[in-house]
């Protein structure tokens, strides 16, 4: 019988798709909070539209913030100050910082309890940034 072995890489891909729950969890339920403040108290139309502008860009920004680690991890990222390779993450990089700077922007229009998730959701979205490294560390 053959035990099941996997290589140390696999345990950072993994914690990274746990760490990655948090601020996918924190948007969700931006996005939730969204949907019942309309039947509670609408929003000005000019303020709803600025939320779902952060709401859009936070959810790009996820994405990019997902897709930019999965590729740099990929590429032998490393915490120790050697570059990765050449690959995706390379091309990502600036749209995921604008991205997410914009989603960070905008959440400042938000109102009450979306914007109190938006701003955890940043907060989360940088957390997550500085654990995947700590994730490497031998």
């Known amino acids: 019988m053959q035990q099941f072995r996997t290589s140390p890489d696999t345990f950072v891909y993994v914690g990274s798709a746990i760490l990655f729950l948090l601020p996918c969890t924190l948007f969700g339920l931006a996005c939730r909070g969204l949907i019942q403040s309309k039947?509670?108290?609408?929003?000005?139309?000019?303020?709803?539209?600025?939320?779902?502008?952060?709401?859009?860009?936070?959810?790009?920004?996820t994405m990019l913030h997902i897709a930019w680690n999965a590729s740099w991890l990929h590429s032998g990222g490393s915490p120790h100050g050697m570059g990765a390779g050449p690959g995706v993450w390379q091309s990502i990089g600036p749209f995921l910082v604008w991205t997410f700077l914009g989603a960070t922007g905008l959440s400042l229009f938000a109102k009450g309890k979306v914007r109190g998730l938006l701003i955890a959701w940043?907060?989360?979205?940088?957390?997550?940034?500085?654990?995947?490294y700590m994730l490497q560390f031998d």
């Open 122 to 132: 940043a907060a989360s979205m940088f957390f997550v940034f500085q654990m995947i």
């Open 39 to 61: 039947a509670r108290a609408p929003l000005p139309v000019w303020r709803k539209y600025l939320v779902i502008g952060a709401l859009g860009t936070a959810g790009l920004a």
